[in-house]
């Protein structure tokens, strides 16, 4: 089992321009959540994907957007980049109603705006 | 606002002695707490948990101590090894399952010292 895996490792793009970060989940998991690690803080939660629609959604703006695959993989959006989106993006997959003990994460995306 | 908050940035053990690692939080409604600890160009992995309706979980080296009352909790490892030199996150949820989602702290970075 390959776990949660994440692509690309790192990107670097400049102010305005759009991305698209993607993520598989752990074998048998069908809930995907999306966080923002900025440097010297703890994950925030950006939002997370069941049954392919957006169930819950975190403090951020509509520039992220995100989507999920009939095979649960997902992808995250963020257009109109700012240099405040630097940050490390992490992908964690679970099993619906499942407890949190069994969210496995993926190593992340390193994203840099400039 | 931030809802889960880890004072300290940084602690540093001796190898074989207790490392406590602490966490307050504000939001009452959180029933459910859990430890991550992250290495470098990894994600988080789940560590150990606590429901509101105890006081103290132990697994194996690992402790986590809640006191509902004062809003803090405290995770305890003895004795400590230098492979348990990583960041540490305390993470709070509603029901602590995927139906909620889960508020990190900013994270403590521990170093064992051999």
């Known amino acids: 089992d390959a776990g949660v895996t994440q692509s690309p490792t790192h990107l670097i793009k400049t102010r305005g321009q759009q991305v698209t970060l993607r993520c598989s989940p752990k074998?048998?998991?069908?809930?995907v959540s999306w966080y923002q690690q900025a440097l010297g803080q703890g994950p925030q939660f950006i939002f997370q994907?069941?049954?392919?629609?957006?169930?819950q959604r975190g403090n951020f703006p509509d520039r992220f957007s995100g989507h999920q695959f009939p095979n649960y993989s997902s992808e995250l959006n963020v257009n109109a980049l700012l240099l405040g989106d630097s940050a490390l993006y992490l992908c964690?997959?679970?099993?619906?109603?499942?407890?949190?003990?069994?969210?496995?994460f993926g190593p992340g995306t390193r994203l840099t705006v400039l | 606002d931030q809802q889960v908050k880890q004072n300290s940035p940084s602690l540093s053990v001796q190898e074989g002695r207790i490392s406590i690692l602490n966490c307050d939080y504000t939001?009452?409604?959180?029933?459910?707490f859990l430890w991550y600890k992250k290495y470098p160009a990894e994600g988080p992995t789940f560590l150990i948990s606590i429901s509101s309706i105890k006081d103290k979980n132990e697994d194996g080296r690992f402790t986590v101590f809640l006191n509902k009352s004062a809003k803090h909790l405290s995770l305890h490892i003895v004795p400590s090894q230098p492979g348990d030199s990583a960041v540490y996150f305390c993470a709070a949820s509603g029901s602590g399952t995927s139906y909620d989602k889960v508020i990190f702290g900013p994270g403590t970075s521990l170093s064992v010292i051999p």
């Open positions: 074998s048998g998991h069908d809930t």
């Open positions: 939001n009452s409604m959180f029933d459910y």
């Open positions: 994907y069941y049954e392919e629609e957006e169930r």
């Open positions: 964690a997959s679970s099993l619906v109603g499942l407890s949190y003990n069994e969210q496995f």
